[in-house]
């Protein structure tokens, strides 16, 4: 009983010590130098372009972008980078319920006999 206690209150102990050193500050020396890079990216990044990209990698997108715009329809004037505008407009339905009117009769007109045939 009592090492029951003993442990539940280490294990208790334990816990705490976890939840305290994970609260934003690194206690390792390459942590925090992980969590100070990832703070700058942030900082640099904040308008989602790239982070100091170099000229080749601007000229691969530049041709990406004009690879997507020639298969797409893109043209100048047209972010494609952007999410495209969707709009729905109201379905065409087949007409399968609509009732199509007759001919009119001719209730009236004499009836044409039929001829019986000869054999």
Known sequence: ??????????????VSRVITRNKGSASDPVQ????????????????????????????ELKAELGKLEKHYGGGPGVDMTAFPDIKFG??????????????????GAKKKKKKPKKK
Do not use: H, N, T
């Open 32 to 59: 925090q130098l992980f969590v100070d890079k990832i703070r700058e990216y942030r900082q640099k990044s904040a308008d989602g372009k790239f982070v100091d990209p170099s000229p080749a990698i601007l000229k």
């Open 90 to 107: 109201e379905p065409k339905l087949d007409p399968i319920d609509e009732v199509i009117p007759e001919k009119p009769s001719a209730r």
């Open 1 to 14: 009983m009592i090492a029951f206690k003993f442990l539940s209150g280490v294990r208790a102990a334990v």
